[in-house]
């Protein structure tokens, strides 16, 4: 209990419960690249009245994954592009924050849910064959959007997510640019969200309490991901988007 005394774990079943999150939201993580924000948000804002403690959890938490999968595929990524929607995420992310220690994104949240569950079944009906580039001007404002809902939430995927959809058939190259952009995004985050005075002692010591269940979903969901087909991975990824969306319309 001396470790729990200096988290924000009120008590071991708690502790326990955020544990379990933990694994089965890196899981996902590992596996698709993206979800991990929307499926711990949503389950541990049931068990934490302060939303701040679980957004500022997961952005610590995410770190081991990001890094591994991202060194892992750098040789192997599309850094013109990236680094375009990078240069969206710099802007937007320091104005999420911003909105997030002041302002009420409970409105943007339900919209957000709608517009996952809309472009989740558009992704299903589409056929399953050549790839589409965005035009690269797409890419700063793209970021943009990706940033400004990242700050706010923890959870700024949706639209880097259609982006390399609609460009990239290896899931392995998906899960590459995806996680790569999310790492940039933390980079920026840390330090707005320490500047905000979101980035606590407190918040430190419980990330590093769940460590030891977190890198067991990373090691699970990275043993799904070498399994799976790359046309089982879309059409999950499809799926995935649909329920992250109605579990934000639920919340909310």
């Not at 591994?68 to 592009?81: D, E, F, K, N, Y």
């Not at 943009?144 to 923890?154: C, H, K, P, Q």
């Not at 649909?242 to 579990?247: D, F, I, K, P, Y």
Request: glycine fraction near 12%.
């Amino acid at each position: 209990m001396s470790l729990l005394s200096h988290t924000i774990f009120t008590d071991p079943v708690q502790f326990a419960l955020t544990c379990l999150v933990m694994v089965v939201s890196q899981v996902i993580y590992v596996l698709f690249g993206f979800g991990s924000g929307l499926t711990a948000v949503g389950t541990l804002a049931l068990l934490f009245p302060e939303i701040k403690d679980v957004v500022v959890l997961l952005l610590l938490v995410n770190v081991p994954a990001e890094i591994s999968v991202a060194w892992g595929t750098r040789r192997h990524l599309q850094w013109r592009p990236l680094l375009g929607l990078g240069a969206g995420v710099v802007v937007g992310i320091p104005l999420g924050t911003r909105l997030l220690s002041h302002g009420d994104p409970r409105i943007v949240l339900v919209g957000l849910g709608w517009f996952l569950i809309a472009v989740g079944l558009v992704f299903l009906r589409l056929p399953q064959g050549g790839r589409h580039q965005p035009p690269a001007w797409l890419g700063p404002p793209t970021g943009l959007v990706s940033g400004l809902l990242t700050g706010l939430f923890g959870t700024g995927g949706p639209p880097v997510i259609i982006w390399y959809h609609l460009s990239t058939a290896d899931k392995t190259l998906f899960r590459g640019h995806l996680m790569t952009i999310f790492l940039l995004m933390t980079l920026v985050r840390v330090p707005s969200y320490a500047i905000d005075g979101l980035v606590t002692p407190v918040r430190l010591w419980s990330a590093l309490a769940v460590l030891p269940a977190v890198l067991l979903g990373a090691w699970l969901g990275h043993r799904l991901h070498v399994r799976i087909s790359d046309r089982l991975f879309r059409i999950l990824v499809c799926v995935l988007l649909v329920l992250l969306g109605a579990m934000l319309l639920i919340r909310h």
